[in-house]
């Protein structure tokens, strides 16, 4: 099958067959952290307090979205200068509020550029943590 046609597919049987392929390729070090994170309820980070979700970010979302060690190592020093002192703290709050209150309809827009606010977040770690933890839904 086709790139292309895998992904048009609405076949869950072939969605199930790539998910199987998935875990393979997954470093041992990192199951367990994979595997939390692809059952994560969403609620559960919605309802941290400021310091739970630096501590979240810091100790698992980056941990999971950067298996790199020096992009580890540098996004954790961008999101530790920038919101791991009181004021920090309060602006971390905002922008997880404004997460989990972005219309839908707006998170092509809105949504990224509110998670690109996180010190250590760039594009691509923004769409991660809007695809997987935060799984905002487009319908």
């Given at each position: ?71 580890l190592a540098t996004t954790r020093e961008s999101l530790a200068s920038h919101h791991a002192h009181a004021a920090g703290l309060v ?49």
């Amino acid at each position: 099958m086709s790139f292309v046609t895998f992904w048009t597919t609405g076949s869950e049987q072939e969605w199930n067959r790539a998910l199987e392929r998935y875990w393979p390729h997954v470093r041992p070090a990192n199951v367990q952290i994979e595997r939390e994170m692809a059952e994560l309820d969403r609620r559960s980070v919605q309802s941290l307090q400021a310091q739970e979700f630096y501590d979240w970010l810091y100790h698992k979302y980056f941990v999971w979205k950067y298996t790199q060690p020096n992009r580890l190592a540098t996004t954790r020093e961008s999101l530790a200068s920038h919101h791991a002192h009181a004021a920090g703290l309060v602006e971390l709050q905002d922008i997880q509020r404004l997460l989990f209150a972005t219309d839908p309809r707006d998170t092509l827009d809105e949504a990224p550029a509110n998670a690109g606010r996180i010190g250590g977040l760039g594009m691509a770690g923004a769409s991660g943590l809007l695809a997987n933890p935060l799984r905002v839904k487009l319908t």
